[in-house]
Structure formats: C-alpha cells, structure tokens
C-alpha cells in the first residue's frame, strides 16, 4: 500500500500543473494554507484602509472627509472584512498548514473540498466589496445586520446576504475537514491528549463553526425573505418580532467571537512554552478550559443585548454566565504566565508579540467582564468602551497570535530567517501605536461617546485626535510586516529543521521549507514522543 | 487498506457534521416559535395574556385594588393615518371586563388595510393583562379619508403582581405586510393583481 502511494506521488509530480492553473486546481494543504494566508492579508489591507478612513474622519469633530452615510457603510464592511476576510480565513490558513504537520497526516482528509472551500472566499468578497460601487452604496447598518435598519439597505442587501452565505459554507467546508482530518488522519501513537494544542483549540473551533454558522445562515436567510417574499420574521406589522434577530444572531455572535480567538489560545500555547524552554503549564486544564470556554459561549449571547428590555431573571442568568467565563479564561493566562515562570526566556519576534498577547489580552479580557455586568452595561452599551474592548481582545489578542504565529513558522514555510531587525522595529511600532490608537476609547466611551457615528460633540476631540494619530502609526507599521514577509520568502539566512531551539512538535522534524509532500510515512511513535516532550 | 479505512471513516463523519449543519440550521429557524412561546409564558416583548370570553367570565372580580390602566397609541413611519385612544386612562377592577374605544383615520387619497401590534408595559403584568376583543386581532382596511371607532374588550386576571397599579396599553398601527407588497410592485412596473 505504501508503495503504491508513493507511486501515486510521484506520478503526480510529473503532472504539476504550473502558473495560475497550479493554484486553481491545487489540493495540497500547503499551497491552499499559503492561499488562505495571502488572502487573508489582503483583507486586512482592505479592511484596515477602512479604518484609516474612520480614523481620518474623527480625527476632529464635524464632517471633513466623508458623508455620513459613506463612514457608516465603512465601520459595517471594515467589521465584515476584517471578522470574515481577514482573520477567519488566516486562522483556516494556519491549519491547513500546519495541522497536517502538527498530527503526522500526509495532507487534510478531503483536499478536493479543501481548494473549493478557499476559492468560495474570493466570489464571497466580489460581492461583498462589489457593493461599494452600488447606487445606493454598501451595506451601512452594521455588521451585526438588525432589522429594520438592514432592510433599508439598497441594492446592496442582496449581495450582503449572499456573501455573508458565502463565506458561511465556506467556513463549514474548512471546519468539517479539519475535524475529519484531526479525528482520523491522526499518525498512530498521536493521542488525542498528545495533540498539540493549537490542534485542540482549532477542534474546538470547527465545532463551534459548525454549530454557529448554520444559525446565522438562517437569520440572515430571515432577513432575505422578510425584504423579498413577504415573511414576518422580523416585521412587527404580520405579528414578527425584530429583537428576535438579536437573540438568533447573537446566538451566533458569541461562539463566533470564540472562533476568532480560540485558535489564538493555541499559537500563545505554542510560542510561550518553545522561548520559555519549558514544557507548557497545565496542559490538560488548558483543554479543559478551551472546551469550557465553547460550552459557555452558547449560553452568554444576550450579554450583548441587555438594554433590549429582559426579564430580571435573565439579565442575572446572562450576567452570571458571562462573568463566569472568566474563570477559565484566568486558567489560561494563569497557565502562560506559569509557563513563563523560571524559563529561560529569550525575546525573538514571535515571543514578544506572544507576550503582548497575553497582556493586552487581558486587558481586554477584563473590558469584557465590565461589559459583562449588566447594571453597568446600561452606561457602556453602544459607547467607544465596547469598541475599545472589542479591539482589545481582536486586534491585540487575534490579530497579534496570528503575526506570531507568521513570525514562528514563516522559517518553516520559507526556509529562510525572517529578518530579526525588522520584525523587532515591526513589534514596537505597533505596540506602542495600538496603546495609542485602542486605550484612549475606553476613556472616550466612559465620558458616553457612542460608536459607529462620523461626528462627535467637542469635548471628545482631544482623546479622538490621539487614538487617530495611534491609528495612523499602527497602520503603517503593519507595511514593515509586509515587508519582512516578502523579504523572508525572497531569502535570507537558511532555517533549520527545528529553526527555534527551544521548539518541540512534529512539524519542527521536517526539513525547512516543508518538502510539498510530508509525512507520506507517519512518523514513528519516538519522533511523536519527541516532539512532545 | 489503511487508505479504504480512512476514506469510509471520513465519508462517514462528513455525513454526520452536515447532518449537525442542517440540524443547527433549523434550530436557528426553530428559535422563532421558541422565542414565540417564551415571550407568552413571560410576557417579554410585552405580549399579553389569552384568556378567552369564557375564561374571563369565570373569573371574580377584586373590588378591592383599582388599577389605572393607561392608552398609548403611534402610528409606525410611512402609514398617513391619524389613531389615537377615546380616553387617555381608565381605571379598573381586576376581574371585571372593561369596554374601551379607538378612534383611526385614513388620510391618504387610496383604501389602505393597517394592522395595530399591541404591547403590555410593565412585562411583570403584561400576562396577567388579557384582551378577550381587538381590532387588532385582524387587519383594518380604510377607504380613502374614512374614519372608524373600535371597541377593546379587555380584563386584568386577579393575580395580578401585589405591586403593580398601573398598567400601559400600548398600540402601533403599521401597514399591513400585503398592501405593503402590492405597493412596491405598482412602483416596480409590476401588472398590479
């Protein structure tokens, strides 16, 4: 059998398709990981120009740049792109790269649904970004998309439905070959409680894309046939209810905010423990805690909507619920911080960005449980506090994991050094800037400014101007990681097999850049034990 | 072997993870009458209570609390008629059927058929607060310029929270969904039905 394979392989090669077709046609993990990753980075350019434009807005108060209308379409599609665009598709990149890698599989299980997962994405986003040059412009009731506000959306609503479908069979398609690679393409001897714990945390993921995204699916499905086909969902005139769409979205949106920052869990367990030179505090409570925090986030949604009007009751079992998903959270940061603890630790890129995960992580993570609390919601509800904390725990927390992660195995996928200069000037700059840019908001939201507006009263400008600038100089800074990306894969100094001598994992036995094909062989059960330690 | 073996297992996982897809694509649709029941049993949304005619005649009245029950009335954006209460509050028995009066005009130059949302504040009383006869219970079609008195039967259940004492009823009048849709086909060139 084995050698059958290998002749299959080998014919294969010969075959390769080259230039674009290669690309279109590819089924390999790691050339469809390098797509999503490209993709996902464009979205974040995309989207981030958006923010530019937010920021240059409110850079002073009154209307100098954009109409209103035009501002509020780009706080919607910079939340689309950015949750949908860029970091969904980076974290399915991450995967497809290296989960294979990480378990000892020869590729994913179904690499034929694999490709058309990724090549879903670009159709999804001609859409989506198609409706910027729509009569009527883009989408500008939010990304969260309630009713009736939505339906007043023009020519656009259609197209914002149908991507947002989009997008949702693809992240279904990725999340259901991820568990079938995971549950059974696994080398023997890889115990489930062996699995690195990126690997644990994207499992989790893809349960909770699968039971999340079918939801929204069917909201926004709602949202269509009440514009289209006369439904009632959401019309209170034929007796429909338009809270309603809050509490299935939001049934949605709060394993989805679990989506985006769990696999971010798994690249901090990563890098801390390889640059700590210690084996990972508190592996097993780190699963169990991944998993609690997916089993909560299904029954938090109405945290976001305690203003709505709830029985006290609720409120209470909503707080209570929320609150108490700081509690494993506290594990995992407790279990870094221990990682860290006595190890000999050296500051290379992916370590500082991982630190500074776990910091403004926190930070953030401590925003959200004063969101948490319902009778002091009622002040923050809606205010630049909720955007302040929500960019706490996106941009510092998901976006950081996913640069160090590109920083720790872009050795692996180039073979060559990153340039260590570089990625240090690149890691202060945006430290340094998104403090800037993100902590004032909180002061902006306490003092009651509301969000998702272009125009502000004037005793908001100062602190405006300075989370401004802060943008302008995160923004920039995030051209350094282009750069460093581009010169790494054009070359530089060679990369070892295991690159970091700290690192431990199957994925470091390989030779660096990881041959086209790995592991058509499992390892046997001393490398897996090896990579374990 | 290996291959067949893990091909099968993985056929058969993919079946089942669609099946978990679909199945939580209906619960999203499945919420609607969930949500539905919950907002009945609690009176969320101030949905009221059901007692029927029947019901209501059974129950004995409570001479001892008096209630104000209050009338608000709107009309939602883009429906040109005029709705307002024959009398601003009343005030009422528990237990004792109440007969009060609604007042709407059509001010538009075409027939229009509206439909009135009603809703009980405080939610606490919003269950115990039962309307045995609505013009809400149906579409209302005005002709051009008419304008129709209508009667609201309604009864507060004895049980009523101990500290409750007022109660608002309010209604919003919206288009009808239907009217709604043959309208935009006439402005879409669509053959008016």
Redesign the interface.
């Known amino acids: ?1 084995s050698q059958a ?1 290998t002749h299959h392989d080998t014919h294969h090669e010969a075959h390769h398709a080259t230039g674009i077709t290669r690309w279109l046609t590819t089924t390999n993990h790691k050339d469809i990981g390098t797509m999503y990753l490209v993709f996902s980075l464009i979205m974040f350019f995309i989207g981030g120009s958006m923010a530019m434009i937010i920021r240059l807005e409110l850079f002073q108060p009154g209307l100098q740049f954009v109409n209103p209308q035009f501002f509020n379409s780009m706080t919607t599609m910079h939340a689309l792109v950015m949750i949908f665009g860029a970091v969904m598709p980076a974290w399915t990149g991450f995967a497809n790269w290296l989960v294979p890698l990480m378990i000892g599989a020869p590729d994913m ?2 690499p034929r649904l694999n490709n058309w997962s990724f090549w879903i994405l670009p159709f999804a986003f001609t859409l989506l970004l198609g409706t910027l040059f729509m009569p009527g412009g883009a989408p500008a009731g939010g990304w969260t998309m309630y009713p009736p506000l939505v339906l007043q959306t023009g020519e656009a609503f259609p197209f914002l439905i149908f991507a947002v479908h989009f997008m949702g069979a693809s992240s ?1 398609a990725g ?2 070959n991820i ?2 690679t995971v ?3 696994r080398a023997p001897g890889m115990t489930l409680m062996k699995l690195p714990l990126f690997v644990w945390t994207w499992i989790i993921t893809a349960f909770l894309l ?10 926004v499905t ?1 949202l269509l046939t009440d514009k289209f086909f ?1 439904t ?2 959401f ?5 429909g ?1 338009p ?2 769409f809050q ?2 979205f939001w ?1 949605f949106g709060h394993p989805e905010v679990y989506i985006l920052i769990l696999p971010a869990f798994g690249i901090a367990s990563a890098i801390i423990p390889t640059f700590a030179r210690k084996p990972l505090f508190g592996y097993s409570s780190m699963v169990y805690a991944a998993a609690s925090i997916a089993f909560l986030s299904f029954i938090v949604w109405a945290h976001h909507m305690f203003t709505v ?3 006290l009751a ?1 409120e209470l079992f909503f707080m209570y619920a929320t609150v108490l998903i700081a509690v494993p959270t506290g594990v995992k940061v407790f279990n870094w911080v221990a990682t860290m603890w006595q190890g000999s630790m050296t500051f290379e890129t992916p370590m500082l960005f991982a630190i500074a995960f776990v910091v403004l992580f926190t930070i953030g993570g401590f925003s959200g449980l004063m969101l948490g609390v319902t009778p002091v919601d009622f002040q923050y509800h809606d205010t630049y506090f909720v955007v302040a904390h929500f960019h706490y725990v996106l941009v510092t927390g998901a976006v950081y994991a996913l640069i160090a992660g590109t920083y720790f195995w872009l050795p692996k996928w180039t073979g060559h050094m990153y340039d260590e200069k570089l990625g240090k000037l690149h890691f202060w700059l945006s430290t340094i800037s998104v403090n800037v840019l993100f902590f004032p908001q909180h002061f902006l939201g306490l003092a009651g400014m509301p969000r998702r507006i272009p125009d502000y009263a004037v005793q908001f400008a100062d602190w405006n101007m300075v989370s401004s600038i802060g943008g302008f100089v995160f923004g920039a800074s995030q051209l350094l990681f282009v750069w460093g990306i581009v010169k790494c894969a054009r070359g530089g100094e060679k990369a070892t097999a295991q690159v970091w001598e700290g690192a431990h994992g199957l994925e470091w036995t390989v030779p660096s850049p990881a041959p086209y094909h790995t592991f058509s062989e499992p390892p046997d059960a001393s490398t897996i034990e090896g990579g374990m330690r | ?3 067949n073996v ?1 091909q099968s ?2 056929r058969r ?2 079946v089942q ?2 099946g ?10 499945a ?2 009458p969930l ?1 539905n029941v919950f ?1 009945e049993v ?4 101030g949905k009221t209570g059901q007692l029927t005619q029947a019901q209501a005649d059974k129950l004995l009245p409570d001479k001892t609390r008096e209630i104000t029950v209050e009338f608000v009335t709107g009309v ?1 954006a883009g429906l040109p008629w005029d709705f307002r209460p024959l009398q601003t509050k009343v005030v009422v028995n528990p237990g004792v059927v109440t007969l009060v009066s609604f007042e709407m005009t059509n001010r538009a130059t075409i027939n229009m058929i509206g ?1 009135a ?1 009603p809703s009980v504040a405080p ?2 009383a919003a269950r115990y607060f039962s309307k045995t006869e609505c013009f809400c219970f149906t579409q209302q079609p005005l002709a051009a310029g008419e304008t129709k008195t209508v009667p609201v039967r309604f009864i507060i259940d004895p049980k009523l929270p101990k500290d409750v004492d007022r109660v608002t009823l309010s209604y ?1 009048f ?5 009217t ?2 043959q309208e935009s086909n006439i402005a879409g060139g669509a053959p008016n039905t």
């Open positions: 059998m394979a299980a179904l279904i999340a259901i568990i079938a549950f059974n393409m699968i039971a999340s995204i079918p939801v929204l699916a069917g909201a709602m006369g009632s969902f019309n209170a005139a034929g007796g209810d809270v309603m509490h299935i049934f009007g709830m029985p609720g | 072997m290996q291959r893990t297992a993985n996982l993919v993870l669609l978990v897809t679909a199945l939580m694509f209906s619960f999203g649709y919420l609607v949500y907002c609690t009176g969320l949304n939602n439909q949302i939610q606490t919003t919206f288009e009808a969904p239907q709604a849709q």
